[in-house]
């Protein structure tokens, strides 16, 4: 094993270079992206990623990530320019792979005003939009040129999960743990789907487009209908629920398949093929 005291670190030349010296692939996950950073992965690191690491710049910007999902034709909550314009309940979330830390809602630009205090500029306004949250787990192999959905999971988010209980008090969204999920039968197509339009719009947006592991995190309205507020272009913390395998792996393979192992079995038969060049940036 090869231990640093920080995530940051590995952007440092003696690490770089010990890991290229073992021939390592690095598998970003959400704390990795936060803590070494999506641009400085861009610009500072050397060392081979799986996937295409100019996702994680679609999926790090709000207005990328949008446009993104626009452009698939996904359906998004409303999003709020200015605080004037709100008028009804919305959620302020701010950048990065924070597991929901510092959002909040709000119902009133005066709400909003007392509440933001000196928190970053850099966030977004958005519609809150009631249902049941799913977080469907999906892999894009290019090497197959197969969409598969390997889990679902919903999060638990500190007491916004039970506040209901006291009525009152401050709500936190951080993200505490997580739990399994299967969709209604009749739910999956339109998943499948959702799935499928991001991976072919994220070709034209930023090629070779999306690969490996990503999640669309989503409400499930009461008209049967997906909302998406967020991508998350890599490995997500709900993929540990299925170490073994899920409802949804069992069904594409005859052995135990958790969303690790079928990163391994990919690069595995790319390197077969001598095509591994093809999985990492």
Same mark, same amino acid.
């Given at each position: 094993?090869?231990?640093?005291?920080?995530?940051?670190?590995?952007?440092?030349?003696?690490?770089?270079? !010990?890991?290229?010296?073992?021939?390592?692939?690095?598998?970003?996950?959400?704390?990795?992206?936060?803590?070494?950073?999506?641009?400085?992965?861009l610009t500072e690191l050397d060392v081979p990623?799986?996937?295409?690491?100019?996702?994680?710049?679609?999926?790090?910007?709000?207005?990328?990530?949008?446009?993104?999902?626009?452009?698939?034709?996904?359906?998004?909550?409303?999003?709020?320019?200015?605080?004037?314009?709100?008028?009804?309940?919305?959620?302020?979330?701010?950048?990065?792979? &924070?597991?929901?830390?510092?959002?909040?809602?709000?119902?009133?630009?005066?709400?909003?005003?007392?509440?933001?205090?000196?928190?970053?500029?850099?966030?977004?306004?958005?519609?809150?939009?009631?249902?049941?949250?799913?977080?469907?787990?999906?892999? #894009?192999?290019?090497?197959? !040129?197969?969409?598969?959905?390997?889990?679902?999971?919903?999060?638990?988010?500190?007491?916004?999960?039970? #506040?209901?209980?006291?009525?009152?008090?401050? &709500?936190?969204?951080?993200?505490?743990?997580?739990?399994?999920?299967?969709?209604?039968?009749?739910?999956?197509?339109?998943?499948?789907?959702?799935?499928?339009?991001?991976?072919?719009?994220?070709?034209?947006?930023?090629?070779?487009?999306?690969?490996?592991?990503?999640?669309?995190?989503?409400?499930?309205?009461?008209?049967?209908?997906?909302?998406?507020?967020e991508v998350s272009g890599r490995i997500v913390?709900?993929?540990?629920?299925?170490?073994?395998?899920?409802?949804?792996?069992?069904?594409?393979?005859?052995?135990?398949?958790?969303?690790?192992?079928?990163?391994?079995?990919?690069?595995?038969?790319?390197?077969?093929?001598?095509?591994?060049?093809?999985?990492?940036?």
């Amino acid at each position: 094993m090869l231990i640093v005291e920080s995530f940051d670190r590995v952007l440092a030349e003696e690490i770089q270079g !010990e890991l290229n010296e073992r021939n390592s692939i690095l598998i970003p996950h959400g704390s990795f992206v936060e803590y070494v950073g999506a641009e400085k992965m861009l610009t500072e690191l050397d060392v081979p990623v799986f996937g295409n690491k100019y996702t994680l710049e679609w999926e790090s910007n709000r207005s990328k990530e949008r446009e993104w999902l626009d452009s698939a034709e996904i359906r998004v909550p409303k999003v709020y320019d200015r605080p004037a314009e709100i008028d009804g309940t919305a959620i302020v979330k701010f950048s990065g792979a &924070k597991g929901g830390e510092g959002f909040f809602l709000v119902n009133s630009e005066e709400e909003f005003q007392r509440k933001i205090n000196d928190c970053s500029d850099d966030y977004t306004i958005q519609e809150w939009i009631q249902g049941t949250r799913y977080y469907p787990h999906y892999y #894009y192999s290019p090497t197959e !040129e197969r969409l598969e959905i390997l889990g679902i999971d919903r999060r638990d988010e500190s007491n916004i999960d039970e #506040y209901y209980r006291a009525g009152s008090g401050d &709500k936190s969204f951080v993200v505490v743990g997580n739990r399994p999920l299967v969709a209604r039968e009749s739910l999956l197509p339109q998943l499948y789907e959702m799935g499928k339009n991001l991976v072919e719009a994220s070709k034209d947006l930023f090629n070779p487009g999306i690969f490996g592991p990503f999640c669309l995190e989503t409400i499930c309205t009461d008209e049967l209908e997906f909302v998406t507020f967020e991508v998350s272009g890599r490995i997500v913390a709900g993929t540990n629920l299925y170490p073994e395998g899920s409802p949804y792996s069992c069904l594409y393979y005859d052995e135990p398949m958790s969303t690790g192992k079928r990163i391994a079995r990919e690069i595995r038969k790319a390197a077969e093929l001598d095509n591994l060049a093809s999985l990492v940036t």
